[in-house]
């Protein structure tokens, strides 16, 4: 996540085994650059890492490649490496299509915010697209791909300015016009029906879009404050409806669909960085502890071919890490 708020905010290779322990998070090779704020997703059977951000010797690199993980061989293939159209990109909306379509909507390249839709359609194409009516609170924001439909709510313009998060939902269509004026147009849904954020966790299950925790803005101290506040979107009927809050205000927190009664919920910041994980059951509306994470971070988190894959993350102040395991997704539930 962006260094600077949580600076305001809170002061802010192992080898490989065979075959881990059942009940133990198995170390894969670690990522080629450490990288936090990234956006991952699945292409056929590899992990598609897109771009982030990292620190070396005090400074902050915004990065702009597109890696992918074999998930048979368990190596990096670097051979598929790409860059990103237009730079470097970070703190995207990650919405999964088929097992072969990623696309990332808005972002930023630590200048400027990007009211855009880049599309990886295959190991080796990629696109960007301009999007119209986007508002340009696009950084750290929630979404994605409910019943085809992409979704993008919250977020904030600059994370140097905590004032301007936002809570407006938009639905990205493709507008098939002549093809010279062919487009994505961003169309307003409902609002988020709680306090304007970011750095929320988001997950889709079935026909809602769910979203948890987050950053919220006090403006008579000038700080963010952490949420416990918790909803689910329903684009068909255009409705929020209110979830069980969280027991533990946290922004940061990363989720991540097991199954269609299953959101695991892990890591992110509360007090500081945790790996602390719990299940939220969608047909019960009750959260219960689950196994945590194989170490503290605001993390990646991807679901493939019966594992859940932990990657890379923010784990300090002015850090990333390298780090990348996996667990069957039967450990979790």
Known sequence: ??????????????PLTCAANAADWEPLPPLPEPNGGFACGVQGHSIVVVGGTNWEGGKKNWLNFIRHFDT????????????????????????????????????????????????????????????????????????????GRRLIVGGMKDAANLSEIGKSMHEIVYIDKPRQDRHLQAVPLADYPGKPFAVAASAVVGDELFVFGGMNYDATTSTPVNSVEAYAFSPAKNTWRALK??????????????????????????????????????????????????????????????????LGGEDKQKSRTDKFFRIPVAELK
């Open 1 to 14: 996540m962006i260094t600077r708020v949580f600076k305001i905010g809170a002061a802010l290779v192992a």
């Open 72 to 147: 048979h061989t368990l190596k990096w293939r670097s051979e598929f490496d790409a860059k990103i159209p237009g730079g470097p990109l970070a703190y995207g909306v990650l919405c999964q299509g088929n097992d072969v379509e990623v696309t990332v909507l808005g972002g930023t390249d630590g200048e400027k915010s990007h009211p855009e839709s880049l599309l990886i359609d295959s190991i080796k194409t990629s696109q960007g697209w301009k999007i119209r009516g986007l508002t340009e609170r696009v950084v750290l924001s929630a979404g994605g791909q409910v019943s």
């Open 245 to 310: 809050s969280l027991a533990v205000a946290n922004r940061g927190i990363v989720a991540l669909a097991l199954d269609d009664q299953h959101i695991y919920l892990a890591g992110g910041y509360t007090t500081d960085f945790t790996a602390d994980a719990m299940i939220y059951d969608v047909k019960a509306d009750s959260y219960r502890k689950a196994k945590p994470l194989p170490y503290a971070a605001m993390v990646g988190l991807v679901k493939l071919d019966g594992f859940v894959y932990c």
